[in-house]
């Protein structure tokens, strides 16, 4: 079944693209022109830091520097500038063609787990043939923390590019990870380096948010669809206001005014997030908007509530564990000064400890259905991190290597992140960027060959281009801050203008536009260094030519022969309607009821859904899910026979154990109800006519159901024979459902069609039912039931699109195997559950509250934020970031042992840091943090 989108509109993209190609256009006729006159007076772009003589100095290994400040009075500087402008424009604009101008369809996700753990089986060992040692064996050391965030990112995008809905609950204690990681890292560097100046604010937020602002401005999309970023700029933020507060009067660096500190920013957090008193809809409801947008279809305010939710304490648990940093080092010290069976006896009890709780995590909380993981993350998710972080740092060999290849992968997480929405996969991530057709692991090696390489260079340009325009002299970076913000501001205000004034001729604007800028720009540079305008002709000339060269290209040959690819793909753009994507799938043999000769002799089949939106996490309902859906309310199925051996699965969901679906003595053609063990209610009404149904219907909804499943049209084309008839009928349903509505075209009671199933003319068994009920008929009433039922409906489910490859199991031409039915049932469930209280956190179950607006509340849970609080105070007050059990397992090896005091473990480290502490015997003195994790990359 084709999706129906929501599509980025012109009108929402267009101002942001052609400002930019306003901005970089300028900016490559100025770059342009320079080059060219570089290459005539070369003397003007003399290095001024280049003296030309090495000296004594020949020998000294330069230090690393990505790019010098830029100095607007050096031409050499500009051009500079310049050419990194231009490579970012290039690699914006690959991406803006390969998602809305590609020379070929965007291809459809391939759910594949096979193809999905091959790959990581595959980098895996890759990794173990690369095998580097460290550069320290500090615990947690860079090194450590880069392959840490390269094998989760690898893994978080194969899970959208095969869409591998089954390992989602592993991909959020990935995010996890990484959010813990802000909190830890930043932390670090606060408490070492004690720099809360504006720059050090300003270098981050170009950090986290340079590419994302240009992604949003060129692709017309919102800042909250790239979620990560608003989410690690929010927790870098908290995490500078925290430590801010009192550094000056040395707070940050005392034994117990940093840990109040902490736990009372825990407070503010559980007041917030998990008390329940609306505090976080006062603080972000004023300023985020509810309406639906592109990234977050039940508004922004929900959308951020729900990503923020998820991991609201894990910046915070970051934040202690570098707190408790140097006791943990401390104690790792201690421990392996001692003979090698005392550390197999302490960090053995240990690691029993913390093995115990993964497998209670690992048993109990891990396997739990997306919606009820969702509520437990932000409380849970710190016990994988915290076994992990042991596990990993436990011996002094584990410590001292890591595997390069992941390490490569996490230095450049942000971007991977970033560029997988539109050139690792395309329509925000929704489609496939197809450059080979046909040869889906041809184009998976080309493409990831191009979006690797695209994002090591976003990378190497957004770190030069912050050390050239924001340097670590404040005023030059203020000053140069506030022109980039003015200037990307200014270009968008020129978009809006162009686009409404020469919107029949957008690429002569353009061109006119940059070349005007442009020369502006080369004259305001060259202009103290004695240059006329007759210098610059030449130059200016050839660059706007070739801008007009570049323009033309693109307006006239690569847009008109992508505008029909881009018309029939832009399907996934922005953000999708879960409800009629459950009928996207397809049935697969089940190899292991196949001969070992792997011959297609089997019949035994399994459903799967494919080209589904990440979003969208079908998957085979269970009885506890059902009975959360339904709520105790009963559910009401209406019809012929499908929609009664629909029932009939429904019942063995809940638990029946019976055949009463082929009993032959059980009465088909009247009503049926049921009651499962723990008091659902399952009835079936026998209508098989739209008249029929029509009548009986009415005197049923005083039962209010949960909901209403419906088949009819097989008995209307064999019996009624006429469509017109058949049409008539359902319009008068549709009225007087409409009349009980209140006039409403939504019903207040969610409702599922199940479209006519697939009619196989050669099985037909009688001479009636070849004239009268052939498939060419069935298709008139089906289209029927489509085009005027569907529409104010809450879900349709297309019999016929999932039965037409079930034919060789239909033993009279209208009935099939019971496993037709299982995935008949189970695409209702799963559309229900996308308007079902416990996944929207909505009161009313109707199909008006699957779009629009949603509360900002049900992810909270105030006993299990009480838990945090109380774990929090625990690791603060024993300065342990395992909840004593370090300690336990210490004492237990040696009771005559003193524990590691807060002077022994901190005075190295501020007396490094020229603090003055309380003298104290020293035990196994830990090494400074080595700002373990870079708190600029999420």
Same mark, same amino acid.
Request: overall charge neutral.
């Given at each position: 079944?084709?999706?129906?989108?929501?599509?980025?509109?012109?009108?929402?993209?267009?101002?942001?693209?052609?400002?930019?190609?306003?901005?970089?256009?300028?900016?490559?006729?100025?770059?342009?022109?320079?080059?060219?006159?570089?290459?005539?007076?070369?003397?003007?772009?003399?290095?001024?830091?280049?003296?030309?003589?090495?000296?004594?100095?020949?020998?000294?290994?330069?230090?690393?520097?990505?790019?010098?400040?830029?100095?607007?009075?050096?031409?050499?500087?500009?051009?500079?500038?310049?050419?990194?402008?231009?490579?970012?424009?290039?690699?914006?604009?690959?991406?803006?063609?390969?998602?809305?101008?590609?020379?070929?369809?965007?291809?459809?996700?391939?759910?594949?787990?096979?193809?999905?753990?091959?790959?990581?089986?595959?980098?895996?060992?890759?990794?173990?043939?690369?095998?580097?040692?460290?550069?320290?064996?500090?615990?947690?050391?860079?090194?450590?923390?880069?392959?840490?965030?390269?094998?989760?990112?690898?893994?978080?995008?194969?899970?959208?590019?095969?869409?591998?809905?089954?390992?989602?609950?592993?991909?959020?204690?990935?995010?996890?990870?990484?959010?813990?990681?802000?909190?830890?890292?930043?932390?670090?560097?606060?408490?070492?380096?004690?720099?809360?100046?504006?720059?050090?604010?300003?270098?981050?937020?170009?950090?986290?948010?340079?590419?994302?602002?240009?992604?949003?401005?060129?692709?017309?999309?919102?800042?909250?669809?790239?979620?990560?970023?608003?989410?690690?700029?929010?927790?870098?933020?908290?995490?500078?206001?925290?430590?801010?507060?009192?550094?000056?009067?040395?707070?940050?660096?005392?034994?117990?005014?940093?840990?109040?500190?902490?736990?009372?920013?825990?407070?503010?957090?559980?007041?917030?997030?998990?008390?329940?008193?609306?505090?976080?809809?006062?603080?972000?409801?004023?300023?985020?908007?509810?309406?639906?947008?592109?990234?977050?279809?039940?508004?922004?305010?929900?959308?951020?509530?729900?990503?923020?939710?998820?991991?609201?304490?894990?910046?915070?648990?970051?934040?202690?564990?570098?707190?408790?940093?140097?006791?943990?080092?401390?104690?790792?010290?201690?421990?392996?000064?001692?003979?090698?069976?005392?550390?197999?006896?302490?960090?053995?009890?240990?690691?029993?400890?913390?093995?115990?709780?993964?497998?209670?995590?690992?048993?109990?909380?891990?396997?739990?259905?997306?919606?009820?993981?969702?509520?437990?993350?932000?409380?849970?998710?710190?016990?994988?991190?915290?076994?992990?972080?042991?596990?990993?740092?436990?011996?002094?060999?584990?410590?001292?290597?890591?595997?390069?290849?992941?390490?490569?992968?996490?230095?450049?997480?942000?971007?991977?992140?970033?560029?997988?929405?539109?050139?690792?996969?395309?329509?925000?991530?929704?489609?496939?960027?197809?450059?080979?057709?046909?040869?889906?692991?041809?184009?998976?090696?080309?493409?990831?060959?191009?979006?690797?390489?695209?994002?090591?260079?976003?990378?190497?340009?957004?770190?030069?281009?912050?050390?050239?325009?924001?340097?670590?002299?404040?005023?030059?970076?203020?000053?140069?801050?506030?022109?980039?913000?003015?200037?990307?501001?200014?270009?968008?205000?020129?978009?809006?203008?162009?686009?409404?004034?020469?919107?029949?001729?957008?690429?002569?604007?353009?061109?006119? !536009?940059? +070349?005007?800028?442009?020369? /502006?720009?080369? %004259?305001?540079?060259?202009? =103290? #260094?004695? &240059?006329?305008?007759? @210098?610059?002709?030449?130059?200016?000339?050839?660059?706007?030519?070739?801008?007009?060269?570049?323009?033309?290209?693109?307006?006239?040959?690569?847009?008109?022969?992508?505008?029909?690819?881009?018309?029939?793909?832009?399907?996934?753009?922005?953000?999708?309607?879960?409800?009629?994507?459950?009928?996207?799938?397809?049935?697969?043999?089940?190899?292991?009821?196949?001969?070992?000769?792997?011959?297609?002799?089997?019949?035994?089949?399994?459903?799967?859904?494919?080209?589904?939106?990440?979003?969208?996490?079908?998957?085979?309902?269970?009885?506890?899910?059902?009975?959360?859906?339904?709520?105790?309310?009963?559910? !009401?199925? +209406?019809?012929?026979?499908? /929609?009664?051996? %629909?029932?009939?699965?429904? =019942? #063995?969901? &809940?638990?029946?154990? @019976?055949?009463?679906?082929?009993?032959?003595?059980?009465?088909?053609?009247?009503?049926?109800?049921?009651?499962?063990?723990?008091?659902?209610?399952?009835?079936?009404?026998?209508?098989?006519?739209?008249?029929?149904?029509?009548?009986?219907?009415?005197?049923?909804?005083?039962?209010?159901?949960?909901?209403?499943?419906?088949?009819?049209?097989?008995?209307?084309?064999?019996?009624?024979?006429?469509?017109?008839?058949?049409?008539?009928?359902?319009?008068?349903?549709?009225?007087?459902?409409?009349?009980?509505?209140?006039?409403?075209?939504?019903?207040?009671?969610?409702?599922?069609?199940?479209?006519?199933?697939?009619?196989?003319?050669?099985?037909?068994?009688?001479?009636?039912?070849?004239?009268?009920?052939?498939?060419?008929?069935?298709?008139?009433?089906?289209?029927?039931?489509?085009?005027?039922?569907?529409?104010?409906?809450?879900?349709?489910?297309?019999?016929?699109?999932?039965?037409?490859?079930?034919?060789?199991?239909?033993?009279?031409?209208?009935?099939?195997?019971?496993?037709?039915?299982?995935?008949?049932?189970?695409?209702?469930?799963?559309?229900?559950?996308?308007?079902?209280?416990?996944?929207?956190?909505?009161?009313?179950?109707?199909?008006?509250?699957?779009?629009?607006?949603?509360?900002?509340?049900?992810?909270?849970?105030?006993?299990?934020?009480v838990a945090m609080l109380f774990f929090i105070a625990v690791m603060l007050l024993l300065l342990d970031n395992f909840g004593g059990v370090t300690w336990l397992a210490l004492a237990a090896a040696d009771s005559t042992l003193v524990p590691l005091s807060w002077d022994a473990a901190y005075s190295p480290l501020l007396k490094k840091l020229a603090i003055g502490t309380k003298p104290s015997p020293i035990v196994a003195p830990p090494p400074e943090p080595a700002n373990p994790v870079r708190p600029d990359i999420p």
């Amino acid at each position: 079944m084709a999706a129906v989108p929501l599509a980025v509109s012109n009108t929402n993209r267009l101002p942001g693209a052609v400002g930019l190609a306003v901005l970089f256009g300028s900016t490559l006729v100025a770059w342009l022109s320079l080059s060219l006159l570089r290459l005539r007076q070369a003397q003007l772009f003399q290095d001024p830091h280049d003296s030309g003589d090495p000296g004594d100095g020949a020998s000294k290994k330069p230090k690393k520097q990505l790019s010098r400040p830029l100095d607007v009075t050096s031409l050499l500087s500009c051009w500079r500038l310049g050419s990194e402008v231009v490579r970012f424009a290039a690699i914006l604009l690959l991406a803006y063609c390969a998602e809305y101008h590609p020379f070929y369809p965007h291809g459809h996700k391939d759910h594949d787990m096979d193809m999905f753990w091959f790959l990581v089986l595959l980098l895996l060992l890759a990794s173990l043939l690369d095998i580097r040692k460290t550069s320290t064996t500090d615990l947690v050391n860079r090194e450590q923390t880069e392959e840490w965030k390269g094998w989760m990112q690898f893994m978080f995008l194969l899970y959208h590019y095969y869409s591998a809905h089954e390992v989602y609950n592993g991909i959020r204690v990935m995010i996890t990870c990484y959010v813990w990681m802000t909190g830890f890292g930043n932390f670090s560097f606060f408490y070492i380096k004690r720099d809360f100046g504006i720059v050090r604010v300003l270098q981050m937020m170009w950090r986290l948010n340079f590419l994302v602002v240009f992604l949003c401005l060129t692709m017309g999309n919102t800042y909250i669809l790239y979620y990560i970023c608003p989410l690690h700029t929010f927790f870098f933020l908290m995490v500078y206001c925290i430590m801010y507060v009192g550094h000056a009067q040395g707070v940050n660096h005392g034994k117990w005014g940093v840990r109040i500190k902490l736990f009372v920013a825990a407070l503010l957090i559980f007041l917030v997030w998990d008390s329940g008193l609306g505090i976080f809809n006062l603080l972000f409801g004023a300023v985020l908007p509810t309406s639906p947008q592109i990234g977050a279809t039940s508004g922004v305010l929900w959308e951020w509530y729900f990503r923020s939710s998820l991991d609201h304490w894990s910046t915070l648990l970051g934040m202690v564990f570098a707190l408790n940093f140097p006791i943990m080092t401390a104690w790792f010290l201690n421990t392996e000064a001692r003979s090698t069976s005392a550390q197999f006896l302490i960090k053995g009890a240990v690691a029993v400890v913390l093995g115990l709780v993964l497998y209670f995590w690992a048993a109990h909380v891990f396997p739990l259905p997306k919606l009820e993981y969702n509520s437990l993350n932000a409380y849970t998710g710190i016990m994988p991190v915290l076994a992990y972080l042991f596990f990993r740092n436990c011996s002094v060999t584990l410590r001292s290597y890591y595997l390069h290849p992941l390490h490569s992968i996490g230095k450049i997480t942000l971007e991977t992140y970033l560029m997988q929405h539109h050139l690792w996969l395309t329509s925000n991530a929704k489609t496939l960027l197809v450059l080979v057709p046909g040869y889906p692991r041809v184009n998976l090696l080309v493409v990831m060959v191009i979006y690797v390489l695209a994002s090591k260079e976003l990378y190497r340009l957004t770190m030069s281009l912050r050390g050239m325009l924001l340097p670590d002299d404040k005023v030059q970076c203020v000053r140069n801050f506030v022109v980039v913000l003015c200037t990307v501001c200014a270009s968008y205000v020129t978009g809006l203008v162009a686009v409404k004034l020469f919107a029949s001729s957008l690429v002569v604007a353009v061109v006119s !536009l940059s +070349a005007t800028f442009g020369l /502006a720009v080369t %004259i305001a540079l060259v202009w =103290r #260094h004695g &240059l006329t305008t007759r @210098d610059l002709v030449v130059p200016v000339a050839s660059a706007t030519f070739a801008l007009a060269c570049a323009a033309a290209i693109f307006g006239f040959v690569i847009a008109p022969t992508s505008v029909a690819l881009k018309t029939s793909t832009s399907s996934f753009s922005g953000s999708q309607d879960c409800i009629p994507l459950a009928n996207q799938g397809r049935w697969s043999n089940m190899d292991s009821h196949c001969d070992a000769a792997g011959k297609a002799v089997c019949n035994a089949k399994v459903f799967r859904w494919v080209n589904t939106p990440d979003n969208c996490h079908f998957h085979v309902v269970t009885k506890p899910e059902v009975e959360k859906m339904l709520n105790g309310q009963p559910i !009401l199925f +209406a019809g012929d026979s499908v /929609a009664r051996f %629909i029932y009939h699965s429904t =019942r #063995h969901i &809940l638990g029946a154990d @019976d055949n009463l679906a082929r009993d032959p003595s059980q009465p088909g053609h009247q009503d049926a109800s049921w009651v499962s063990d723990s008091g659902v209610a399952v009835d079936f009404l026998w209508a098989p006519t739209a008249k029929e149904l029509t009548a009986k219907l009415a005197r049923q909804f005083d039962k209010r159901p949960a909901a209403l499943v419906t088949h009819i049209g097989l008995w209307d084309a064999l019996h009624g024979r006429d469509l017109n008839a058949f049409k008539n009928s359902l319009k008068e349903l549709q009225e007087r459902w409409q009349e009980r509505n209140n006039g409403k075209a939504d019903p207040a009671i969610p409702v599922f069609w199940v479209l006519p199933t697939t009619v196989v003319d050669q099985r037909l068994m009688t001479p009636e039912k070849r004239e009268f009920m052939t498939e060419e008929i069935v298709q008139g009433y089906r289209e029927a039931v489509r085009s005027q039922m569907a529409p104010w409906t809450t879900g349709v489910v297309e019999g016929g699109l999932l039965t037409q490859d079930r034919q060789v199991e239909s033993y009279d031409g209208v009935h099939f195997l019971d496993t037709t039915y299982d995935v008949l049932a189970q695409v209702v469930f799963n559309q229900l559950q996308e308007i079902s209280p416990a996944n929207t956190g909505l009161t009313l179950p109707s199909k008006a509250t699957t779009k629009g607006k949603r509360e900002a509340v049900g992810m909270s849970n105030s006993g299990l934020g009480v838990a945090m609080l109380f774990f929090i105070a625990v690791m603060l007050l024993l300065l342990d970031n395992f909840g004593g059990v370090t300690w336990l397992a210490l004492a237990a090896a040696d009771s005559t042992l003193v524990p590691l005091s807060w002077d022994a473990a901190y005075s190295p480290l501020l007396k490094k840091l020229a603090i003055g502490t309380k003298p104290s015997p020293i035990v196994a003195p830990p090494p400074e943090p080595a700002n373990p994790v870079r708190p600029d990359i999420p």
